[in-house]
C-alpha cells in the first residue's frame, strides 16, 4: 500500500554532497505528492543551486542563518537554532522531521524525528588523522551527537560500513537502519575522451584530491580535478603544484557533463560514507579506481580497481592500466554503470516514504527534556 501524502521538514546544508541528496530527494518525494520545506543550515546556497530548485511543485525552501553543528562544536549557535527550527515547524506542521544532522534531533519537535548519518566528526577524525580529537569543544559535540541519535525515532545511515562506524563510536540506544543514497538515470555518455576526472571539497583532507597531483606526471592521460579549494571556515588547500590539475568548482549540471565524457574516474578518499560523485561517475559510464575502504568496497565490489589510498604509486598503477587497455575501461564503464542502477533515486525515495509511514503509525516521540545524556 502507498503512503499517503506528508508534510516534511527536513534539514540541509549547502557545503558538499547533502545539498545533492536532500534536493533529489525532495524532488522525488514531491512528485509523490509529498511536500518538503528545505530548511538550509550553515553557509547559504549559490544562486545556481537555489535555482535549480524552482518550479518544484511542493517544495519551499528556508534559508536559516543558523550554524551548522560541526562548525558550532561548543554549542554557542544551539538555543538560535532553536527557536529558528521550532518556529518555522509551527509554520508548516510537518508529519515527519527529517534530519541531515543530530544534535537538532533534541529538539522539542512535536512530530516523529528521522536523523540521517551522512558524515560525523569523530569518524572523520579517526580515518584521516587517527585517534580522536584532544579539543574540549568536540567532546561536546560528540555529546550532543548522542544525544540526538538517542532523541531521534529512527536513524538512518547510507551504507552498512558507516552505519557500523556510527554505531562503534556513540553507542546508540538503537541499532541504524541502511538506505542506500540514489539517483535520477544519467544521460548516457556521448563519447569518452582520454582524461581521468576526480571531485570533490578540495580543502576536506578526506578527499585526499593531493594525491592526484603526485601521479599526474606518472599516467598517460591528463588529470582534471573539480571542487572548492576554500572551506566554509576559510581554510585553503591547494590541488598541488600542478594548477593545471584543478579546474576549480563547476555547477553540479556541468560536473555531469564532465563525467559522461571521462574515460575513467579517481576517487583515493581516506574517509567516504556514501560518495554521490562517485554514484553519478558510475552511471555516466566511467571506469573506476577507487580507495580500498569499507564503504566504497560495499558499493562497488567486484566493478572498480580498488587502490591503497596512502600508497600514490598503486593509484598510479591502476589508472595507467586502464589508461591503457581500451577493452579493460570499457568493460568496467559498463559494469559500473550497470551497477549504479541499483542505487536509483525512486528506491531511495520508496524506503523513506516507508520510514515515514511507520513512524507516523506510531505517533510522535516523547518530549526532548526526558532524553538524558548518558554518563
Known sequence: ??????RILMTTDAVGGVWVYAGLLAKALCACGDEVTLAVMGPPPAADRLRALDGMDGLRVEITGVALEWMDPDGADVERSRARLLRLAEKVRPDIIHLNSYREAAFDWSAPVIVVAHSCVLSWW?????????????????DAVELGLDAASAWVAPTTAFRDAVEATYHPRRSGRV?????????AAVGKEPFVL??????????NL?????????????????GETQSPT???????????????????????????????????????????SILEAAAAGCALV?????????????????????????????VRTLCRNDALRATMGRIAAGRARRYSL??????????????????????????????
Open 198 to 207: 576526480a571531485a570533490g571539497r578540495v580543502w576536506d583532507e578526506a578527499k
Open 1 to 6: 500500500m502507498t503512503p499517503p501524502p506528508r
Open 290 to 318: 577507487l580507495a580500498e575502504i569499507p564503504t566504497l568496497r560495499e558499493l562497488w565490489d567486484d566493478v572498480a580497481l580498488f587502490v591503497d589510498p596512502r600508497r600514490p604509486d598503486d593509484i598510479a598503477e591502476a
Open 179 to 187: 538506505i542506500h543514497n540514489g539517483i535520477d538515470a544519467a544521460a
Open 210 to 226: 593531493h594525491a592526484l597531483a603526485a601521479i599526474a606526471g606518472d599516467v598517460d592521460w591528463p588529470i582534471r580535478i573539480a
Open 234 to 276: 576559510g581554510d585553503c588547500r591547494a590541488a598541488g603544484a600542478s594548477s593545471a590539475l584543478h579546474i576549480g568548482p563547476v555547477a553540479h549540471a556541468q560536473l555531469n557533463a564532465m563525467m559522461r565524457r571521462a574515460g575513467i574516474f579517481v576517487a583515493p578518499c581516506v574517509y567516504e560514507p556514501f560518495g554521490l
Open 346 to 375: 525512486q528506491r531511495m525515495a520508496t524506503a523513506y516514504r516507508d520510514i515515514y509511514a511507520e513512524l507516523c503509525r506510531a505517533g510522535a516521540p516523547a518530549p526532548a527534556i526526558a532524553v538524558e545524556a548518558r554518563p
Open 126 to 142: 579517526k580515518a584521516c588523522r587517527g585517534g580522536r580529537p584532544h579539543e574540549l569543544r568536540w567532546d561536546t559535540y560528540a
